[in-house]
């Protein structure tokens, strides 16, 4: 990790930049595959996969038996941390169901908004090195709550054809039937715009490579709602001289194990807790199964050392980390002066992995400073918020007047006529 001293102000913005990677030649490639996929349908997705992947797959639908042969793969002892995970995951995300609340703006006028769930939506999840099935429970089970009507799973399968016993477990525990062996760009593509054998969907959320991300993106354009703009996964540790460096280390690897072109930064108020996690993160590195990996995404990271805890207040929220952890004396009064976060982990036993699998928050998350403006994935997400007026006769002549002057002052003849003609009965 390189270690910065004091940075200027106005140098922020430099320092704080992501790494940049020249994607043109991804877009291209991604959109040459979701052209042949509109053209072409399950015929263009069967020969991309054995392309890409070198299966070739007579079906893409996981099977009953295949479901069945799954189940029994998994362990009992995850089986249970899946159900847990579930279940915790449920009933953070049922908190935010809310009822209709009739207002009445004006005597015999009543305005209310309500939520219907998106009636088709699609669930991209990785299962290359390092299946995902704890998205699946990210994001089937606020579907499921937000009652979308089908819910569509894509994922990648192995040199074999199967996919990862613990996504199907995840998929089954959700309640998810149409579970699909389709990897990459083809996947996004298929979801999209549709085939024989998958139905095209509304929205499309979910993590995925570099291809993914850019077939969302094009999708996108094409009219295709997804989740949010998605970047490599990335954390920020705010320590000071309370922090427990050698816990500092493992959230920082935590996360650095997630790809090469992850991102952790540290922000700090001393250079000695500093200089103590890169001792740490020195001696569990060596642990570690993907310590090449976590190498590689290191090489991306920062440590910044700034002068008081305002000032790296000031520097995490210009960040707008994915994930932001507080391992501070006064963690509480410092996390409610955090405007800028995917989600914050609180105090020294707060690790961003509870968040990431179990705890009940969403780890879909928004990256790439995107934290500004997005909220991660929660079951407003997965809903449409329709808004409804009812008027009286007597609520329209309480605001008659108003509509139609506004009306008329903007040149619009029909509206005020539209409030008139009711008017003159």
């Given amino acids: 990790m390189q270690i910065l001293i004091n940075p200027d102000r106005k140098e922020w913005k430099n320092v704080l930049q992501r790494p940049y990677a020249d994607n043109s030649a991804v877009l291209k490639t991604v959109q040459d595959v979701l052209t042949d996929v509109k053209a ?4 263009a997705v069967k020969e991309l996969t054995k392309k890409f992947t070198g299966v070739a797959l007579d079906r893409f639908l996981v099977s009953a038996e295949e479901n069945n042969a799954a189940e029994n793969k998994v362990t009992g002892e995850l089986k249970q941390a899946i159900q847990q995970a579930r279940k915790n995951i449920e009933v953070f995300h049922a908190k935010q169901l809310n009822e209709p609340e009739v207002i009445e703006t004006l005597p015999g006028i009543q305005c209310w908004r309500k939520s219907a769930g998106i009636e088709k939506v699609g669930l991209y999840i990785p299962g290359g090195t390092a299946p995902l099935f704890s998205t699946v429970l990210m994001l089937a089970v606020p579907a499921q709550l937000a009652g979308c009507k089908e819910i569509v799973l894509c994922t990648p399968c192995d040199k074999e054809g199967k996919v990862h016993p613990a996504i199907l477990y995840a998929a089954q525990q959700c309640g998810i039937t149409k579970v699909f062996k389709i990897g990459g760009a083809q996947a996004i593509a298929a979801m999209a715009f549709g085939t024989k054998s998958v139905p095209a969907v509304y929205k499309i959320f979910g993590p995925g490579n570099q291809y993914v991300t850019a077939a969302k993106q094009l999708v996108q354009m094409q009219g295709i709602a997804i989740d949010m703009p998605a970047g490599p996964s990335e954390v920020c540790v ?13 959230d920082l690897l935590s996360q650095a194990e997630h790809g090469v072109d992850s991102q952790v930064l540290l922000v700090s108020t001393g250079l000695s807790i ?44 210009e960040y707008a980390a994915e994930h932001l952890i507080i391992s501070c004396k006064d963690a509480d009064a410092i996390a409610e002066r955090i405007t800028n976060a995917g989600s914050v982990f609180i105090g020294n036993y707060s690790p961003e992995s509870v968040g990431d699998y ?19 994935v929660s079951v407003d997400s997965f809903v449409k918020k329709i808004t409804y007026q009812k008027l009286s006769e007597e609520g329209l002549k309480n605001i008659a007047s108003t509509v139609v002057q506004m009306a008329e002052a903007e040149g619009l003849d029909a509206h005020a006529n539209a409030v008139k003609v009711r008017m003159a009965e």
Avoid: C, M, W
């Fill in 358 to 376: 179990a705890s009940g928050t969403n780890h879909t998350l928004p990256t790439n400073g995107f934290a500004k403006a997005y909220s991660g």
């Fill in 274 to 317: 500093v200089n103590k996690v890169q001792q740490e993160v020195e001696k569990q590195l060596s642990n570690l199964s993907r310590k090449e990996i976590a190498v590689k995404a290191l090489t991306n990271s920062k440590a910044i050392v700034v002068n008081n805890i305002d000032e790296a207040i000031d520097l995490v929220n």
């Fill in 238 to 250: 705010l320590a000071d001289e309370t922090a427990e460096a050698k816990f500092v280390a493992a």
């Fill in 40 to 43: 072409r349908g399950d015929e």
